[in-house]
């Protein structure tokens, strides 16, 4: 019996929390809290109501000309195993 009892008071202890009070969302805040989507701002906004977008925040995306390059973007979903010689030799 005392054994049954320290036995399911260090599983206890072991065990995490089924609540999910430490995670703050909308649902368990305050009125006018806003948790947003982790994403920067490209502007901001004007007495008037309006928004001003600025160039400087907007993603600059650079892509290499791809025009002679030998691979294809399809990934084949059942792959072939390829042994290399290279992949031999590291693997000695």
């Known amino acids: 019996m ?14 995490k929390r089924t609540s999910s009070l430490d ?15 982790n994403c920067k701002s490209t502007g901001f906004h004007t007495r008037k109501g ?9 993603p600059n995306y650079v892509v290499p000309d791809l025009t002679d390059f030998k691979l294809k973007p399809y990934v084949s979903q059942c792959p072939s195993e390829v042994k290399t010689a290279e992949a031999t030799e590291s693997a000695k």
């Open 50 to 58: 309006g928004y001003v977008l600025m160039q400087e925040k907007l």
């Open 23 to 37: 995670i703050l969302s909308s649902k368990r805040a305050p009125r006018d809290y806003y948790k947003g989507k």
């Open 2 to 15: 005392p054994l049954g009892l320290i036995l399911g008071i260090g599983r206890a202890f072991r065990r």
